[in-house]
């Protein structure tokens, strides 16, 4: 599992948007194989909160869906980690800009949901359920 630790790199130094995409491509598919536990080992050094907060700020919408991809993985495979580390850097707060910027984005019943209402609408509900799961975890770590 040391392969995620090349692709962000690879994506950090090229400007190449094909390499770019296929990095990110690369992080979520190893994210989404990897055990929880293999996750915990090989994020610890790894500053994957702050990789996906990047990505949320940036203007890419496409890295910006994959951001939401990241993060909705790391919440469900290891929440009680991340749920802090995404409220410090800023995630949390980026998924609700992001939804409450998309929700404004959403056309009204009466017109025709397009391919970007669809994806807005998607935006919104992610980063709903990462924000109420950072919400919950920050309950729990306070208890």
């Known amino acids: 599992m040391r392969l995620l630790f090349l692709p962000t790199q690879v994506y950090s130094s090229t400007v190449m ?34 990789f996906v907060a990047g990505l949320l700020a940036g203007r890419d919408t496409k890295a910006q869906a994959v951001a939401i991809q990241m993060a909705e993985i790391l919440m469900s495979k290891l929440p009680q980690i991340f749920a802090g580390y995404f409220i410090k850097e800023g995630v949390a707060h980026a998924l609700e800009r992001l939804a409450s910027a998309s929700s404004a984005a959403v056309p009204g019943p009466s017109s025709r949901a397009s391919d970007s209402g669809n994806v807005a609408a998607a935006v919104a509900a992610a980063g709903e359920r990462v924000s109420a799961a950072a919400t919950l975890g920050r309950r729990s770590s306070a208890g």
């Open 17 to 50: 948007p094909n390499v770019r995409s296929r990095c990110l491509a690369s992080i979520v598919k190893l994210l989404a194989i990897a055990s929880p536990s293999q996750l915990q080992t090989v994020l610890a050094d790894l500053p994957i909160s702050s």
